[in-house]
T-cell receptor
Framework: GAVVSQHPSRVICKSGTSVKIECRSL??????MFWYRQFPKQSLMLMAT?????????EQGVEKDKFLINHASLTLSTLTVTSAHPEDSSFYIC????????????FGSGTRLTVV | GESVGLHLPTLSVQEGDNSIINCAYS??????FIWYKQESGKGPQFIID?????DKRQGQRVTVLLNKTVKHLSLQIAATQPGDSAVYFC??????????FGKGTMLLVSP
């Protein structure tokens, strides 16, 4: 089946630094990738949708200059949290859709970001 | 999204019991629904899906029921096992738009 690899699984960074999270589709071409954020005991909140080779579409309230998304190839999308602050600490999850995978099925394992 | 979860209701069952987890959705145009299982610290894992032209679909130990009239979705887990303990989310989409996640339910299975 379709596999999405997300890296790193955990990261701790200092306030003011930037962190990059990678999302890779391993056995299919991901034309679209989605980035979610999840706070403890809450549901997944869509942050942005990225299509290969074009700019990401951000959900309302999500700062595009703070959460930089790049989808330069059909197998890789990255989310960079710039100038991270403690309130950015959260669980970030990507999902990917494309062919032959079904639409939006497959999720990565998530990245626990802690900003100290 | 139209369905945003802010709190996690909990369902506690005994091992071997059948579990039923419910989900209400609000978008009447939604035509595709998925149930996910999420264990602590991990990403959501696909369990089963159903399209709006069906009202029931069965998998291994799981059954999804869809009632479009009242916009209700349920997940039935037969012979629940301790390994089924996790948070379960329903998700919906309309015409291949993005997935909107519903309120999650924490399932606790005691031996």
């Amino acid at each position: 089946g379709a596999v999405v690899s997300q890296h790193p699984s955990r990261v701790i960074c200092k306030s003011g630094t930037s962190v990059k999270i990678e999302c890779r589709s391993l056995d299919f071409q991901a034309t679209t990738m989605f980035w979610y954020r999840q706070f403890p005991k809450q549901s997944l909140m869509l942050m942005a949708t990225s299509n290969e080779g074009s700019k990401a579409t951000y959900e309302q309230g999500v700062e595009k200059d703070k959460f930089l998304i790049n989808h330069a190839s059909l197998t890789l999308s990255t989310l960079t949290v710039t100038s991270a602050h403690p309130e950015d600490s959260s669980f970030y999850i990507c999902s990917a859709s494309g062919q032959p995978a079904n639409y939006g099925y497959t999720f990565g394992s998530g990245t626990r970001l802690t900003v100290v | 999204g139209e369905s945003v979860g802010l709190h996690l209701p909990t369902l506690s069952v005994q091992e071997g019991d059948n579990s039923i987890i419910n989900c209400a959705y609000s978008n009447s145009a939604s035509d595709y629904f998925i149930w996910y299982k999420q264990e602590s610290g991990k990403g959501p894992q696909f369990i089963i899906d159903i399209r709006s032209n069906m009202d029931k679909r069965q998998g291994q130990r799981v059954t999804v029921l869809l009632n479009k009239t009242v916009k209700h979705l349920s997940l039935q887990i037969a012979a629940t096992q301790p390994g089924d303990s996790a948070v379960y989310f329903c998700a919906e989409s309309s015409g291949y738009s993005t997935l909107t996640f519903g309120k999650g339910t924490m399932l606790l299975v005691s031996p």
